[in-house]
């Protein structure tokens, strides 16, 4: 059992890992919002010299982000969290540009994911369905395209990816963990604490 969960967890980090090197293929990606455009975006010669840089302080975006996702995660649960996120990439979507906004979407989406992976892992395949939930391995999947044809929509390179999945890791995770599982982060920060005396 305990080498079917570790198996399941393994299997979806690779997954989320894998969302980054999706958007980086050039390959037609399926939208998994239904919303979303179905077109390819077209580069046009003005995109050609422009920095992929933002520019605006990613760190404290993804921080706001991970703080409003935490505050209804902690409030209504995984549901709202994830029409939060579907409501994020609806309205983002939508620009001519990559934004802060969107970026934030997809911030909140891999926080979500990431801790529902986590969590769900933990849980027999049994329970899962008898809850009526994705598995594991289900949530990485969707989450994988979702972010994949976001960074994708905009032409982000696996490098770009790469860097806001760190930021998201450094900056979004502790502030999304200490909202939504205060208790455990204390206890944590305890332990830690006595390691190191």
Same mark, same amino acid.
């Given at each position: 059992m305990r080498n079917?969960? /570790? $198996?399941?967890?393994?299997? %979806? *980090?690779?997954? /989320? %890992?894998?969302? /980054?090197? *999706? #958007?980086?293929? $050039? #390959? +037609? =990606?399926? &939208? %998994?919002?239904?919303?979303? +455009?179905k077109t390819e975006p077209q580069a046009t010669p003005e995109d050609a010299g422009k920095s992929?840089?933002?520019?605006w302080d990613q760190a404290a975006s993804i921080r706001g982000a991970a703080e409003r996702l935490g505050r209804v995660h902690r409030t209504g649960g995984a549901k709202a969290a994830y029409e939060l996120?579907?409501?994020?990439y609806r309205t983002h979507s939508i620009a001519s540009n990559y934004t802060e906004g969107f970026e934030s979407c997809i911030a909140q989406d891999y926080l979500e994911t990431r801790t =529902?992976?986590?969590?769900?892992?933990?849980? +027999?395949?049994? %329970? =899962?369905?008898? =809850? $009526?939930? +994705?598995s594991p391995r289900e949530l990485a999947d969707s989450m994988g395209r979702r972010v994949a044809a976001a960074f994708h929509q905009y032409k982000k390179s696996q490098a770009y990816a790469d860097q806001v999945r760190a930021l998201v890791?450094? &900056? $979004? *995770?502790?502030?999304?963990?200490?909202i939504v599982f205060p208790e455990a982060v204390k206890a944590m920060d305890g332990k830690n604490s006595k390691e190191k005396k």
């Open positions: 079917s969960v /570790v $198996g399941v967890v393994r299997s %979806a *980090l690779i997954a /989320v %890992a894998a969302f /980054v090197a *999706l #958007a980086a293929t $050039g #390959a +037609p =990606l399926a &939208h %998994a919002v239904d919303e979303a +455009p992929e840089a933002a520019t996120i579907d409501n994020c =529902l992976i986590q969590v769900y892992s933990r849980m +027999p395949p049994e %329970a =899962l369905h008898k =809850l $009526g939930v +994705p890791d450094q &900056h $979004g *995770l502790p502030v999304f963990l200490s």
